[in-house]
């Protein structure tokens, strides 16, 4: 799912690209979600308060695997805008190594406007699963 030749700002810039193409939000919306459907299957066995990301208002789960120099991340949600944001986070996070994860910054949510249309709960669940990312990397870092 993510371009490992790509950088993390490169993504950001790719996704600020993709999302000026649409006029309005509902377009935007439409999008993510499709993103969100793109997400590969999740197993069913990792649906567990384990790897549940507490803080947001769905439920979002999220698996790290591999180690400090490459770390990879699946995730999904039982909601469709959110399965989409999770799309995004992984395109910027998954695949790079946990020093580039922690060091990055999502400057893409406030390139598309995200910040300005998501609900509070879906901002603060989105707050919350890249701050689980960043801990999974800086624990990989030791």
């Given at each position: ?23 309005d939000w509902t377009e935007r919306y439409q999008y993510l979600i499709d ?56 395109r910027v996070y998954s695949d790079r190594s946990a020093a580039d994860i ?41």
């Open positions: 799912m993510t371009d490992t030749t790509q950088t993390a700002h490169d993504a950001q810039q790719q996704i600020a690209e993709e999302f000026g193409f649409f006029s993103l969100g459907k793109q997400l590969p299957a999740f197993p069913e066995a990792s649906k567990t308060d384990e790897w549940r990301v507490h803080g947001c208002q769905s439920m979002v789960w999220l698996v790290p695997s591999g180690d400090a120099a490459k770390m990879h991340f699946d995730a999904a949600s039982d909601s469709a805008i959110v399965s989409g944001l999770l799309a995004l986070l992984l922690v060091a990055t910054e999502p400057e893409f949510i406030q390139a598309i406007g995200l910040a300005k249309h998501l609900s509070p709960t879906r901002s603060n669940g989105l707050a919350a699963t890249l701050a689980k990312i960043k801990s999974y990397a800086a624990a990989a870092l030791g």
